[in-house]
């Protein structure tokens, strides 16, 4: 089955710079991948996915990126905020298989 | 628009006793998701419902967990008997169709446990 792997743990940066998350995945047919954002006492929530038919995402200050060869994405938060501190769940699946989830980051952004 | 409602919001029992969650799930939402979350981990499938229909409970632990979803709405997922390493956040989630299909899981608050 599939597996993920998600670094760093933890993360901390200063407000304004930016923050990089990366994980790696085992199974190639894998072709969703999203990420979520959990703040304490709730539940995680879908922040920016992306399919394998392409190879980056923007939204705003988040942006995804794919690289099918090596198996691996990443999150890229830009200009980072206050709010922006929780704990990021990087995940992958293919078509109706179950969503799998990496360990989480969390991230601090130190004003 | 109602999220995914979960209760208890928190539980303590001590061990070899029995605990039961509630969810009830986004209306309109075909597919319904029980997770394991322990503390500083990701959140783990633990059974995945089709309407009333079980799609996924491959990390069911079946000896002591059971979960069910009447009508195709609502889901009880019950632990009997809890062992420590139960402790976790449980955490229901539901979706339009199958994750990957869809793209989004609308995750409640869920509900804490703690065996002691």
């Known amino acids: 089955g599939e597996n993920v792997e998600q670094h760093p743990s933890t993360l901390s940066v200063q407000e304004g710079d930016s923050a990089v998350i990366k994980c790696t995945y085992s199974d190639s047919a894998s072709n969703y991948f999203p990420w979520y954002k959990q703040e304490l006492g709730k539940g995680p929530q879908l922040i920016i996915d992306i399919r394998s038919n392409v190879g980056e995402k923007k939204d705003q200050r988040i942006a995804v990126t794919l690289n099918k060869t090596a198996k691996h994405f990443s999150l890229h938060i830009t200009e980072t905020q206050p709010e922006d501190s929780a704990v990021y769940f990087c995940a992958a699946t293919r078509g109706a298989q179950k969503l799998v989830f990496g360990q989480g980051t969390r991230l601090t952004i130190n004003p | 628009e109602a999220g995914v409602a979960q209760s208890p919001r928190y539980k303590i029992i001590e061990k070899r006793q029995s605990v039961a969650f509630w969810c009830n799930p986004i209306s309109g939402h075909a597919t319904l998701y029980w997770y394991q979350q322990i503390l500083g981990q990701g959140p783990k499938l633990l059974i995945q419902f089709q309407n009333n229909g079980v799609v996924d409970d491959s990390q069911l632990p079946k000896d002591r967990f059971s979960a069910e979803r009447l009508k195709g709405v609502d889901s009880t997922l019950k632990i009997q008997p809890a062992k420590l390493e139960d402790s976790a956040v449980y955490l229901c989630?539901?979706?339009?169709?199958?994750?990957?299909?869809?793209?989004?899981?609308?995750f409640g608050e869920g509900s804490r446990l703690t065996v002691l």
């Open positions: 989630a539901s979706s339009l169709g199958a994750s990957g299909n869809t793209g989004e899981l609308f």
